[in-house]
């Protein structure tokens, strides 16, 4: 886990270490510093939480609500994975947000286990498999986490920590829409800084769908 010197996406880094990353609007006020990725690294192996080894990610779409007050409100994420060993139990999502203002629930294929406070601006939360899966068993899973802060939000995003076949992103506006959204586009290199802005039509829905997405952090923004 420990970043290399290539690296100068660290909330990518920590992705492909760890587990998935879904960063609220909050999120923009942390620093994905070296000192901070060490530190989830040493509450996720002190945990033991189990990681996305011996799974092959299908297909993922991550769906983002944004509330009239302009605030995200869920982040609700499927994932149909493929076991490529025996006794897969499980994999945790990274929420950059305290669980005062975060919380998680299991909806589909999997149950939730531990959530367990990072810092103050962090926390992770761990779902499993109940039985844990068979290699070559297929499973589609659910969950959803709950904001209940009230930052404005310009921005949604999803960090693979392996490559998918299929990556869909959405955003749904409950009341006002943006005047502005755009889809970063990066470079085949996963660290590779912004090379271009995509703009995509404003709707009360957009969603986006990437075909073998790179593990790595895929974004939409925005403009009120």
Request: glycine residues 6%.
């Amino acid at each position: 886990m420990t970043p290399t010197s290539r690296t100068e996406n660290p909330a990518s880094d920590l992705a492909q270490r760890i587990g998935e990353v879904i960063r609220p609007a909050a999120a923009a006020r942390l620093a994905w510093t070296s000192d901070r990725i060490q530190q989830l690294r040493r509450v996720i192996q002190n945990a033991h939480v189990p990681n996305a080894s011996g799974q092959k990610l299908l297909t993922a779409h991550h769906e983002v609500a944004i509330d009239g007050q302009r605030a995200e409100r869920t982040a609700t994420t499927t994932l149909v994975v493929e076991a490529t060993a025996d006794d897969v139990r499980g994999w945790s999502i990274s929420v950059d947000a305290d669980q005062k203002h975060a919380t998680a629930e299991a909806l589909h294929g999997a149950t939730l286990g531990r959530t367990i406070p990072v810092d103050d601006g962090a926390q992770v939360h761990e779902f499993l498999f109940d039985p844990p899966l068979k290699n070559g068993e297929v499973r589609r899973t659910q969950q959803r986490i709950t904001f209940h802060g009230t930052d404005e939000c310009t921005t949604m995003g999803y960090a693979l920590s392996r490559p998918a076949q299929l990556l869909t992103l959405t955003v749904h506006f409950e009341g006002e829409l943006p005047r502005r959204i755009k889809q970063p586009v990066k470079t085949a290199q996963e660290d590779a800084s912004t090379k271009d802005v995509k703009e995509l039509d404003v709707a009360q829905t957009v969603e986006v769908v990437l075909s073998n997405p790179k593990a790595g952090v895929h974004a939409l923004e925005w403009e009120w």
